[in-house]
């Protein structure tokens, strides 16, 4: 039985064996704290190789958001909130232009007037304004310019903005219990679950 439904035929999905291979790790994370392959943070920057007859991205991609809520739910403590908050305002204050290094003039990056106007935004988040949806944060697209925003470090910016908001929703009192390895999260993705498709 899969684990996701597969794409049409014909057309492109994830490598099945990539995706498995990484549920499966996740799988056994979860059920020892030992288990320490994988950094939660980075579920969702996981990359899969597209090919025919694979799973459905959409459906993939929505299971890992859910496991990486799981994670943050599990691990996340209320003292990580000022930590993430100040690392991300000491970005957002830098003067518009310069919040990020640039890509070189021949070279594409993220349109530096869209990221500032999203930075504008996250900044009044920040500083106790309307809260911010966490699917749209992840679900955001930039256009790319020549000598705009180097990719990679808005991306590692919008990972931390993520995690700050888990930590908002999820975090736990430091001195609450540490939960056991017996614990049961009924919405984690288990593969044999027969109702897994559904995710």
Do not use: C
Request: glycine share 8%.
């Amino acid at each position: 039985m899969s684990t996701f439904p597969k794409v049409a035929k014909g057309k492109l999905g994830y490598a099945i064996e990539e995706v498995d291979s990484l549920i499966s790790r996740a799988r056994d994370q979860y059920s020892s704290d030992s288990a320490r392959t994988l950094d939660w943070r980075e579920l969702t920057s996981q990359g899969f190789t597209m090919v025919k007859a694979g799973y459905q991205p959409e459906v993939v991609d929505a299971a890992i958001d859910k496991l990486q809520d799981t994670f943050a739910a599990r691990d996340l403590s209320s003292n990580r909130i000022g930590e993430l908050r100040i690392a991300l305002l000491g970005r957002v204050s830098r003067p518009k232009g310069r919040r990020f290094s640039r890509a070189g003039v021949m070279r594409l990056g993220y349109s530096r007037s869209q990221v500032d106007a999203v930075i504008k935004v996250i900044e009044e988040y920040l500083e106790g304004g309307e809260k911010l949806l966490i699917d749209e944060i992840r679900n955001m697209r930039f256009k790319v310019q020549r000598g705009g925003y180097i990719e990679s470090q808005v991306d590692s910016f919008i990972d931390r903005l993520v995690e700050h908001i888990q930590t908002e929703r999820f975090a736990k009192p430091v001195s609450a219990p540490i939960v056991g390895s017996s614990y049961s999260f009924p919405s984690y993705p288990d593969p044999t679950d027969p109702g897994f498709k559904a995710y």
